[in-house]
Every structure is written in structure tokens, then in C-alpha cells.
């Protein structure tokens, strides 16, 4: 019974929207009919009452100035620009200047460095002939030579004093003191010196002791020492000291 009610009002209410809308239409077609049936009246267009009406305006359009366009910057394109000839070879030859100048700052900075003076201050005990070689331009050698000779090491005080010498030879620009260095090449660089034939004379005993296996007892050490200790003093600066008698223990 009640689907048949609900049924019913759903078909009536139907109906009465579907009446609503028809009459809608009717209503607008009625009025569009009404409208295109008017007549339509020509308007009369008075020119002067159009100038008045237009007098004072200003109807020119003004536009802004743009903006200014700002540059662009350049960039490197990996290309350096191109130079004369000319121009390359001044380039080339500022920069081979530059060069040697750089190279003779070093060249300088290494031959004026100080040395190391504290090697002199050290014992006999804790450094090794090896170790004075090394350092033969920075050692004070008299203290070892009359170390060696206390101990009547005579063998070790010959080789010291012939240290001295090249010690001494190299201070006075008469030979270039290396450790590597052959007694050989030392007598050819005093090949024009007025001390070649006394510093041969001594070189060769030096190698009879040291490399010839000659081993001094002290009158033979006593009467060869002079030999060295007048050659020293003879190219020593005056300031120089000989070894001195005995070393302080």
C-alpha cells in the first residue's frame, strides 16, 4: 500500500515539473516572437552634440619608455688572442729573464745559508770520522787530531790531518771540497798551484796509511807530523791554530 502512495506522488510531482518547465518555454518563445515582431526605428547621429561632448579629451596613448637592455658579458671562449710576432718574443724573453732571476735567488739563498756551526761543539766520543767528513767545512778538526794522537792512534790523526788540509785548501778556493771526491781529481784542480808538489808528497802518504795498510809507532808518526802541521800554516789564514797540546778531559 505504501509503495502505491509513493509511487503516485513521484508520477504527480513528475508531472507538475514537466507542466512548469513547458510553460517556461511557452513564456520565452511568446517574448522572442514579441521582440522580432517590433519595428526597429532608425537613431539620428548629431555630430556637434558629439564634438561638444568629446571637447578637452586626450585620447593619445602614451607608452612607457623600455627598460634599458643591459650588456651582456663576454665570456672566455678558451682562445687567448692572437699576437704579433713581435710580442710573442718580448713574452719569451721577460719570461726566460724571470727565470734565471728566480734560480739565482735560490742559488744565492742556498750558498749563503748559515751553516751548522753546532756540530764543532760536538765530543769526539759522539761523532764518527764519517760524521766529520760529512760536516768537514763545520768541524773544528785540532781537538779530534790531538784526541787521536793521546790515544796513539797515529793512523786516524794522519787521516784527520789530511782532512785539515782539504779543510783548509777548500776555505782558500784552491780546490772544491766534496766527499765524494777522488784524491786524483783534487791534484788535477791544483795542476797550476805552487802547492802541488808538496800537497803530492803528503797526499801519498796519506794513502800508504790509510789505504796501504802502514801502521806508525810514534818516533815514525813524530818525525812525518811536521810535514802536515808546516804545510797547514803555510796556507792556513792567520788566525789559525795549530792542535792544541793536550785536549781537557
Given at each position: 500500500m505504501?509503495?502505491?502512495?509513493?509511487?503516485?506522488?513521484?508520477?504527480?510531482?513528475?508531472?507538475i515539473?514537466?507542466?512548469?518547465?513547458?510553460?517556461?518555454?511557452?513564456i520565452a518563445?511568446?517574448?522572442?516572437?514579441?521582440?522580432?515582431?517590433?519595428?526597429i526605428?532608425?537613431?539620428h547621429f548629431?555630430?556637434?552634440?558629439w564634438n561638444?561632448?568629446?571637447?578637452?579629451?586626450d585620447?593619445?596613448?602614451?607608452?612607457?619608455?623600455p627598460?634599458?637592455?643591459?650588456?651582456?658579458?663576454?665570456?672566455?671562449?678558451?682562445e687567448?688572442?692572437?699576437?704579433?710576432?713581435?710580442?710573442?718574443?718580448?713574452?719569451?724573453v721577460?719570461?726566460?729573464?724571470?727565470?734565471?732571476?728566480?734560480?739565482?735567488l735560490?742559488?744565492?739563498?742556498?750558498?749563503?745559508?748559515?751553516?751548522?756551526?753546532a756540530?764543532?761543539k760536538?765530543?769526539?766520543?759522539?761523532?764518527s770520522i764519517?760524521?766529520?767528513?760529512?760536516?768537514?767545512?763545520?768541524?773544528e778538526?785540532?781537538?779530534?787530531?790531538?784526541?787521536?794522537?793521546?790515544?796513539?792512534d797515529?793512523?786516524?790523526?794522519?787521516r784527520?790531518?789530511?782532512l785539515e788540509?782539504?779543510?783548509q785548501?777548500s776555505?782558500?778556493k784552491?780546490?772544491?771540497?766534496?766527499?765524494n771526491k777522488?784524491n786524483?781529481?783534487?791534484?788535477q784542480?791544483?795542476a797550476?798551484?805552487p802547492?802541488?808538489?808538496?800537497?803530492r808528497?803528503?797526499?801519498?802518504i796519506f794513502e800508504?796509511v790509510?789505504y796501504?795498510?802502514?801502521?806508525?809507532?810514534?818516533?815514525?808518526f813524530?818525525?812525518?807530523?811536521?810535514?802536515?802541521?808546516?804545510?797547514?800554516?803555510?796556507?792556513?789564514?792567520?788566525?789559525?791554530?795549530?792542535p792544541p797540546?793536550?785536549i781537557?778531559?
Amino acid at each position: 500500500m505504501r509503495y502505491k502512495i509513493w509511487v503516485t506522488l513521484c508520477l504527480l510531482l513528475t508531472t507538475i515539473a514537466e507542466n512548469a518547465i513547458l510553460a517556461q518555454e511557452d513564456i520565452a518563445r511568446t517574448q522572442e516572437q514579441k521582440y522580432l515582431a517590433e519595428p526597429i526605428e532608425a537613431q539620428h547621429f548629431d555630430e556637434n552634440t558629439w564634438n561638444s561632448s568629446i571637447e578637452g579629451l586626450d585620447y593619445t596613448i602614451k607608452r612607457k619608455a623600455p627598460p634599458p637592455v643591459k650588456a651582456k658579458k663576454k665570456r672566455w671562449n678558451g682562445e687567448w688572442p692572437k699576437l704579433g710576432q713581435g710580442i710573442l718574443v718580448v713574452l719569451k724573453v721577460i719570461a726566460i729573464l724571470l727565470l734565471v732571476f728566480i734560480l739565482a735567488l735560490i742559488i744565492r739563498h742556498y750558498f749563503n745559508a748559515p751553516r751548522n756551526i753546532a756540530v764543532s761543539k760536538i765530543a769526539l766520543e759522539d761523532m764518527s770520522i764519517e760524521d766529520i767528513e760529512a760536516h768537514l767545512e763545520e768541524t773544528e778538526l785540532n781537538p779530534f787530531i790531538r784526541k787521536a794522537i793521546d790515544q796513539n792512534d797515529y793512523t786516524l790523526a794522519i787521516r784527520l790531518y789530511y782532512l785539515e788540509m782539504l779543510k783548509q785548501l777548500s776555505n782558500q778556493k784552491v780546490i772544491h771540497w766534496r766527499k765524494n771526491k777522488t784524491n786524483r781529481q783534487y791534484l788535477q784542480e791544483m795542476a797550476h798551484s805552487p802547492l802541488l808538489g808538496d800537497f803530492r808528497i803528503l797526499t801519498l802518504i796519506f794513502e800508504r796509511v790509510r789505504y796501504g795498510g802502514m801502521e806508525l809507532n810514534k818516533p815514525e808518526f813524530e818525525e812525518i807530523e811536521p810535514n802536515f802541521t808546516s804545510f797547514l800554516e803555510g796556507i792556513a789564514p792567520a788566525d789559525y791554530t795549530p792542535p792544541p797540546a793536550k785536549i781537557p778531559v
